[in-house]
């Protein structure tokens, strides 16, 4: 409770017990000064109002206050934002959107069916010669999700997870003529070639339109996902500790293939 002394001047008395009322930012906002005592186990304290503290007085004191708070989180925020975007160790970026840097392709001489094109990566083969783009560093267990899209009526695409061993389709299979998108291609493991196929293929597959297909290796396990429905999970027999991600177009049929949005999880 404050309470005047005089007419002509503004002082404020205000006794608390326990507690520190008005100290620190507000003490300093309203210009208090504290004077304490002792009343049996009670602390008491009297905080006196300056003479001199008017209402303009203490509103450019509070104008000083927030400005500095609003400063302070300001940059608390921009400091946030720098370290949540910023590459780490543990996502790794495969693509950045503007070249092939981190990339090649196999056969070297059919690199030109592979290009960048309005923030996606595009491999064409006029020539239905087949070709791999391989990225240049090996990954061992990972979430990798991206999309595709691809115009053409008859195509037989996929992604490579180590190497060559095992590789999840992405359209048409050239030795069954069905469409196995998002299934296990392995004759590694003498399951047959693909040990591993999902018969809701025709039911979300979106033919002609974008796509994502997501993939989760896990030690030998691998589990594929398109447009979040959940598609196959199939253990490896002889599946490599690690290797390279690949993007391929197989041979002997032209297709124009789309890729974007490409992220990868290192586990």
């Known amino acids: 409770m404050f309470r005047g002394e005089s007419r002509g001047q ?4 205000a006794r608390c017990y326990n507690v520190g009322l008005f100290t620190g930012p507000m003490s300093w906002l309203l210009g208090l000064s504290r004077s304490s005592g002792r009343a049996g186990n009670a602390q008491s304290c009297e905080l006196k109002l300056p003479s001199h503290t008017s209402h303009q007085f203490i509103m450019k004191r509070l104008f000083v206050t927030l400005s500095i708070c609003l400063f302070a989180i300001t940059m608390r925020a921009q400091a946030e934002d720098a370290t949540s975007s910023a590459p780490t160790a543990a996502s790794p970026v495969l693509f950045n959107g503007e ?3 981190g990339w090649h392709v196999s056969p070297e001489k059919l690199s030109g069916q592979w290009t960048v094109v309005n923030g996606m990566i595009v491999g064409d083969n006029s020539d239905k010669k087949g070709s791999i783009l391989w990225t240049d560093a090996d990954y061992g267990d990972f979430e990798l999700t991206l999309e595709y899209r691809t115009d053409s009526p008859d195509y037989d695409s996929g992604v490579f997870l180590h190497g060559e061993s095992h590789q999840v389709q992405i359209g048409i299979s050239r030795s069954l003529k069905v469409d196995l998108t998002a299934c296990i291609y392995a004759p590694v493991d ?4 693909y040990p591993a ?3 809701k293929v025709k039911t979300v597959h979106k033919l002609g339109e974008w796509n994502e297909l997501r993939m989760i290796v896990t030690g030998k396990r691998i589990q594929t996902f398109l447009n979040d429905e959940p598609f196959v999970d199939y253990t490896a027999i002889k599946f490599p500790a690690e290797g390279k991600i690949g993007l391929q177009l197989h041979q002997g049929v032209h297709q124009k ?3 974007r949005n490409i992220e990868l999880t290192a586990k």
């Open 10 to 13: 503004h002082v404020a008395l």
């Open 99 to 101: 070249t092939l840097a």
């Open 190 to 193: 003498k399951q047959g070639s």
């Open 197 to 199: 196929k999902s018969d």
């Open 257 to 259: 293939m789309l890729f």
